[in-house]
Structures are given as C-alpha cells and as structure tokens.
C-alpha cells in the first residue's frame, strides 16, 4: 500500500504541490491525470523516492519512504521521462548493468525474454545510441521492470511507441496487473487509461480535484470527469 499525507513541495517561490493525500492499495491501478504542470511527475517522482517533498509523508506499507532504502527500491520500478539508459551499451549490456545494479541472480534469462517482450530481439547487441525514441522507451520498459517490483510508477509511459508496441506494453500491464502489481501511471493518454486503469485521481493546481472508479466507464466519462464535469450517477 502506498500513501502519500499531506504531501506538498515548494520549488523557489513556486506551490507545486498543495497537500496531496492519497491511498492506494496494492493491485490497483491508478491514472494520475491533470493538465500541463498540475503537479503529476514532481508527485510520482517523491513516491519513487527521486524527488524530496518539502512537507507531508510518503508511506509505502505504513513504513516511511527513505531514499536509499535498498529494500523499498527494490519494490517500485519506476518509468519517467529520462531512460537512465547509457547510449553506448546495447540492449543486453543496460539490462545487465541494472541486474548488478538490483543484485539480480542469474538475470540473463530474464533479460533475453524482457529484451523479446518488447521486440527489440533483433537489436539486442546493437549500441541504443542509434535507436529511435520509441526503441529506447521500449527498452526503458524493459528496465523498469526488470527486477520484478511489485509497484509500477509510469510517467506518460506510452509516449513514442507505435501502435504495436502500444498493444505489447498494454498486455504486459494487464498480465502484471492479473499478478497483482500495483500500477500507477501518469497520462494523457485517455483510451489507454481505459484499458488499463481502475481508478482516476485528477490533479489540479497542486491538489486532488477528483478521485473516482473508471471501471467499466467509457472514455467520454472519463473525459467529462477530466473536465470537472462527470455526473455522479
Ligand atoms: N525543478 C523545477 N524548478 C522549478 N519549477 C519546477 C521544477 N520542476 C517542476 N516545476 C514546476 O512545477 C509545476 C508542476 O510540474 P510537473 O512536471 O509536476 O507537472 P505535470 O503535471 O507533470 O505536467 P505535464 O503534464 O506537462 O508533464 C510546473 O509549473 C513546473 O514548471
Ligand atoms: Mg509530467
């Protein structure tokens, strides 16, 4: 379970964030949504622990989130606008630099099947400093969930793939999802929401605006409730 308490952080003169409060439990899967500069990635980033919150407390299963707590890292993967990827390694060679990193044990498996999952099989030995912007989030994919965390934290995480890769990422979501993983995800992207998500919180000027099951809503719902205008029924 992740909570996050009365989280604020202010940057120079700026509020960005004006005490979120928010509960989530394990197995769901929640979309952060809010228009440009509502707050959405300076939140996730204090939930994934690369970020410091100016006031308030993120708890991951009540204990409070330390920055380099090992065991805690190990729980989240966490998938943001940079790819923490290193240009000059190939696919293989990021993946294993980040195994050693999670102190994986015989990770090679893993990282050939991952590199499969998200179809980069035939550039698997190539240097990613050539590699388009929807072949490098691929692979950022693959190393979010490398190490097998049980909380996913996506920020816009279907930008730059193709349709292809937008049904892969997706059916990967749905098996992690089906396992019980936790996956919260900042979007824009309204049908993927739709596909993946059970529960919207709305974020605006900092705060939560609208928190409400989207299970079985179509996504001209979950629009009007984006725009402030859902009705209750
Ligand atoms: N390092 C920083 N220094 C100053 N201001 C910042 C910094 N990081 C974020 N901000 C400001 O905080 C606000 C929220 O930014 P954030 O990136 O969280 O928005 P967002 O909801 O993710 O937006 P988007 O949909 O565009 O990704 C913005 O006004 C942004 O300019
Ligand atoms: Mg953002």
Redesign the pocket.
């Known amino acids: 379970m992740i909570e996050t308490i009365g989280i604020t952080k202010t940057?120079?003169e700026?509020m960005?964030l004006r005490g979120v409060n928010l509960r989530i439990n394990q197995g769901e899967s929640v979309a952060i949504l809010?228009?440009?500069?509502?707050?959405?990635?300076?939140?996730l980033k204090i939930v994934a622990g690369l970020l410091k919150q100016s006031n308030g407390d993120v708890l991951l299963d009540g204990v409070p989130r330390k920055k380099d707590d090992y065991s805690q890292q190990q729980r989240l993967g966490y998938l943001g606008h940079q790819s923490f990827l290193y240009e000059a390694f190939s696919p293989v060679e990021n993946l294993q630099f980040f195994a050693k990193l999670y102190q994986l044990k015989s990770p090679d498996k893993r990282i050939h099947q991952l590199i499969d999952d998200v179809g980069l099989s035939f550039f698997k030995h190539e240097p990613i400093r050539s590699f388009s912007r929807g072949m490098i989030q691929r692979l950022a994919i693959a190393r979010a969930i490398l190490h097998e965390p049980d909380v996913l934290l996506l920020?816009?995480p279907h930008t730059g793939l193709d349709q292809q890769a937008v049904s892969l990422f997706n059916r990967l979501l749905l098996d992690l999802k089906a396992e019980g993983v936790t996956i919260i995800m900042?979007t824009?992207d309204f049908p993927q929401i739709n596909a993946i998500c059970d529960r919207a919180v709305i974020?605006r000027k900092g705060k939560i605006a609208e928190d409400e099951c989207i299970r079985g809503r179509p996504v001209s719902w979950i629009h009007s409730l984006y725009e402030g205008e859902a009705l209750s029924s």
Do not use: P, R
């Open positions: 940057i120079g700026k960005i809010g228009t440009n500069g509502a707050g959405k990635s300076t939140w920020d816009e900042v824009h974020l």
